[in-house]
């Protein structure tokens, strides 16, 4: 599944990395974005992009917790319409049930759920919000995880205060560093790694203390607002959908071009154009997704570089290379190289011999 971010929340980020030392140009030229897409709020970014970001500043500041403190520095109340609406909410059961409603709105990287569980031993119900990655690779993508994960934790100990409870425990779902000092500062709570995913846990308490600043009347206005973002953002997914269904059709025959792409879809491509100029899409960007897409595929079939650079339609291995670079910040090889451990370490993991 492609992962995305809203442009919005991606600029969310680069403020709080601003805070840590990596300024905002920095991570305008790491994520490959210019200010004509920071003033379009319907604009889009894949997460890819973020997780290049994160790697360049933790390079540039030297911080290797750079997600986490990015992320314990996020402010849910600054987020407009989309934050305001949690603090509207009855409770902590009712903000994870709208978070997860509408958090794709800010970001589309994983499912959340409320979630309960009978401890065998206290007979006590237990009470859990649990975010389940889209990412395979969660090592990679640590500190897309971090950012995600201090987020959550500053956004319901502000909403929770009141209740006069803390969050009881974090299960992280990467393998533990080797200095986990900073984790256990920001977190205040026992973390676990090496779990099946993100998952906080809170009281009963926690779950059901009403919240101080629930509005009903304001909560039903800003879910008006929220649904109506929803239906525009579902009738762009359609068009984008069905534009990178052409593509990969167009690649698969071994021709890609604006105009071939149109004609797959029945239209001319000035039509095309203007259907994605209104619905804040861009051209060129669909089709390095898709073509980022076809390159993993093609790994997991080990198929040689030579062969991918075909199949993603460049005419030779230097163009694809240059595209590659742009994308990940490393040459093909690299990227493969480190893959190929990355799979070597994976439990279960065996050669043939």
């Known amino acids: 599944m492609r992962m995305t971010l809203s442009i919005r929340f991606m600029l969310e980020q680069f403020e709080q990395l601003e805070a840590l030392g990596f300024i905002r140009e920095r991570a305008m030229r790491a994520a490959q974005v210019t200010q004509e897409n ?36 996020f402010r849910v109340a600054a987020y407009t319409k989309t934050g305001n609406i949690y603090g509207y909410c009855r409770n902590i059961t009712h903000v994870i049930k ?3 409603q ?32 889209y990412i395979d690779n ?11 994960a201090g987020a959550y934790c500053t ?13 009881l425990q974090v299960d992280l779902p990467y393998d533990a560093p080797a200095d986990t000092s900073v984790h256990k500062r920001l977190f205040k709570c026992p973390v676990r ?9 809170f009281s009963e308490k926690t779950m059901y203390h009403e919240l101080t600043s629930h509005d009903p009347e304001k909560f039903s206005q800003l879910e008006l607002h ?82 991918i650079a075909q199949e993603l339609g460049y005419n030779d291995q230097a163009a694809f290379s240059k595209a590659f670079k742009r994308w990940y910040g490393v040459s093909p090889r690299q990227w493969k190289a480190a893959y190929q451990i990355a799979l070597m370490n994976q439990p279960g993991y065996t050669t043939l011999t």
Not at 193 to 198: E, G, M, S, T, V
């Open 138 to 148: 969660v090592q990679m993508y640590r500190h897309v995880i971090d950012s995600i």
């Open 98 to 100: 709208t978070n997860a």
């Open 38 to 73: 920071c003033e379009n709020p319907l604009h889009r970014i894949s997460l890819d992009r973020m997780l290049n970001v994160f790697n360049h500043a933790e390079n540039v500041i030297k911080d290797r917790n750079v997600g986490l403190n990015a992320g314990f520095k």
């Open 226 to 307: 929220l649904n109506s973002l929803l239906k525009t953002t579902t009738l762009c997914n359609s068009l984008k959908t069905a534009v990178k269904m052409a593509m990969r059709a167009a690649l698969n025959n071994g021709k890609i071009g604006t105009h071939i792409v149109a004609e797959r879809m029945g239209k001319t491509w000035s039509v095309l154009r203007s259907e994605l100029l209104e619905s804040n899409l861009s051209y060129r960007e669909l089709l390095e997704t898709v073509r980022q897409d076809i390159f993993h595929e093609c790994l997991e079939k080990d198929k040689p570089l030579s062969q």
């Open 193 to 201: 790694f090496n779990q099946p995913y993100l998952r906080l846990e």
């Open 155 to 167: 956004t319901y100990r502000w909403l929770s205060w009141s209740s006069g409870q803390d969050i």
């Open 102 to 133: 509408y958090q794709q709105l800010a970001i589309d990287a994983g499912h959340i759920s409320y979630e309960q569980k009978l401890d065998e031993q206290t007979r006590h119900i237990r009470h859990f919000m649990i975010f389940r990655p």
